[in-house]
């Protein structure tokens, strides 16, 4: 009778349907690759969940109505228990005996549950975040600085400690994937990770493409057969005699259903929402599916006046793509103005890439799903909202790279009204959000790579913000 080897964890192990030019692939994808007929793979991690919010979902309770009696369970929670959201944050210090801590969570949760179902837990550290340049700072190695309320910790070391007080087997891919990733170096990581476009400098530090998956699965497996786990490891075929590591000649495979972004500057309206004199609504980037009224709200108020808001967690700000809500006019790129408004907070959920305020583009698309990396822009606009009394005060996309130009002096919370402007300088743009000091440093770039002769002035909103924007005001100089 064949036995099943479940999976949980976050998006380093799951399953994703990507438009990208190396899609994305968790490692638990590719465990069945290196295992025979007798071990069934039942893959239920998910994306964005941590060991705490995935109780919350089906899957979970899948999970406790579907172990038995000499299956195994893989558990690889940690990216996501360290992020300073309420819904995911479980603490990295602590016993798995103190309630609130990531081991209690490990442990209650999952390892409980098992092993009164007669399942025997894996515990697998996370994978590590890639370092561009072979440089490894905290983060990228799950040991995470206090920030406010949030205590942090060393996620990793919190597993390895739980794994040796229950006597549980352990997988250490935090300490196998630095050592890999030291060992080939930060040229030859690039290709181990998912890019959303066919350009490098959109690679996702994060999550794995095919080749990396695979090679994951590879780790993880060598290590489970290494150590021995009983009724498991004697499955575990294609490891013979040293088996050498999967070969990037034979697994990296870019998509062949891949289209890249081609930017047209003449652009139709909406037929989703309606435009309101010179402004016109738009959703498009990394959305995931075709923008509806469900999930984004863009409405032009009687008093020169925008709600913009987002639910469903789709959109994003991140280092590599971009998903927005948007109110845009087009300017010419000769035309020295000012941009401003005064913006209500009306509610914003707790995440990185949360934002919402004015931004400056150099390109602009119609209610389009696009995972790719976009143009340039600049944005007066907060993010890193999870640092709640410190998130960045403006950000700017510039050749492909997020940078940030300032840190906010406090946090601003949901019921507040903030003046937000951007205005046009000789070298490039000034942002001010709210009551925080005006920032150019950084932003000394002319948005003209891709449309040379038009920016795109816009109200936005990314992931899960509600805003309203009054008295907006476009000056021409």
């Known amino acids: 009778?064949?036995?099943?080897?479940?999976?949980?964890?976050?998006?380093?192990?799951?399953?994703?349907?990507?438009?990208?030019?190396?899609?994305?692939?968790?490692?638990?994808?590719?465990?069945?690759?290196?295992?025979?007929?007798?071990?069934?793979?039942?893959?239920?991690?998910?994306?964005g969940r941590s060991s705490k919010s995935y109780t919350t979902e089906p899957e979970y309770q899948t999970l406790l109505s579907g172990m038995k009696k000499d299956d195994y369970l893989i558990i690889g929670f940690g990216h996501n228990d360290e992020k300073t959201e309420n819904d995911r944050y479980t603490q990295g210090e602590g016993d798995y005996l103190t309630q609130g801590t990531f081991a209690f969570s490990l442990y209650n949760n999952y390892i409980k549950k098992?092993?009164?179902?007669?399942?025997?837990?894996?515990?697998?550290?996370?994978?590590?975040?890639?370092?561009?340049?072979?440089?490894?700072?905290?983060?990228?190695?799950?040991?995470?600085?206090?920030?406010?309320?949030?205590?942090?910790g060393d996620y990793p070391k919190a597993i390895r400690d739980l794994a040796r007080q229950l006597n549980i087997a352990l997988v250490d891919m935090t300490m196998m994937t630095k050592e890999m990733y030291d060992r080939l170096g930060a040229d030859e990581t690039l290709y181990l990770h998912a890019w959303p476009s066919d350009k490098a400098i959109s690679v996702d530090n994060t999550h794995t493409n095919v080749w990396g998956a695979r090679v994951n699965a590879y780790l993880c497996l060598s290590e489970i057969k290494n150590i021995g786990v009983e009724g498991l490891s004697n499955h575990i075929t294609g490891l013979e005699n040293d088996a050498p590591m999967p070969s990037k000649k034979k697994y990296f495979k870019p998509s062949e259903t891949y289209k890249p972004t081609v930017f047209d500057s003449n652009l139709s309206d909406s037929k989703i929402w309606e435009k309101s004199g010179i402004w016109k609504p738009s959703v498009f980037g990394d959305i995931m599916d075709m923008p509806t009224k469900d999930t984004f709200t863009l409405e032009a108020l009687s008093d020169n006046s925008f709600h913009i808001a987002v639910c469903g967690n789709v959109g994003k700000i991140s280092a590599v793509s971009d998903g927005i809500a948007v109110y845009y006019t087009k300017v010419p790129v000769k035309d020295d103005f000012i941009f401003s408004?005064?913006?209500?907070?009306?509610?914003?959920?707790?995440?990185?890439?949360?934002?919402?305020?004015?931004?400056?583009?150099?390109?602009m698309y119609i209610d389009k799903v696009t995972p790719d990396i976009l143009g340039d822009y600049v944005a007066a606009a907060p993010l890193l909202l999870t640092h709640e009394n410190a998130p960045a005060n403006c950000f700017a996309r510039k050749s492909g790279k997020l940078?940030?130009?300032?840190?906010?002096?406090?946090?601003?919370?949901?019921?507040?009204?903030?003046?937000?402007?951007?205005?046009?300088?000789?070298?490039?743009?000034?942002?001010?959000?709210?009551?925080?000091?005006t920032i150019t440093g950084g932003f000394d770039f002319k948005l003209t790579a891709l449309d040379p002769e038009n920016v795109y002035l816009c109200m936005f909103a990314a992931r899960n913000a509600d805003v309203t924007f009054s008295d907006v005001r476009l000056d021409i100089k």
């Not at 399942?119 to 990228?140: A, F």
């Not at 009306?346 to 390109?363: A, E, K, T």
């Open 114 to 152: 098992a092993q009164e179902a007669g399942c025997t837990p894996i515990l697998c550290t996370p994978i590590v975040r890639r370092s561009p340049d072979g440089k490894w700072n905290g983060q990228m190695l799950h040991v995470t600085a206090p920030v406010g309320e949030y205590k942090g």
């Open 341 to 363: 408004a005064s913006m209500k907070i009306n509610n914003y959920f707790l995440n990185d890439q949360v934002s919402f305020g004015l931004m400056v583009r150099d390109d």
């Open 1 to 47: 009778m064949s036995k099943n080897l479940w999976v949980v964890g976050d998006s380093t192990l799951s399953s994703f349907e990507d438009k990208y030019y190396l899609p994305r692939y968790g490692y638990g994808t590719k465990l069945q690759e290196y295992l025979d007929d007798e071990i069934i793979v039942k893959n239920i991690a998910l994306s």
């Open 403 to 437: 940078v940030y130009g300032g840190t906010c002096t406090r946090g601003y919370k949901p019921g507040e009204t903030v003046k937000v402007q951007i205005e046009s300088t000789s070298d490039g743009y000034a942002c001010t959000f709210g009551d925080e000091t």
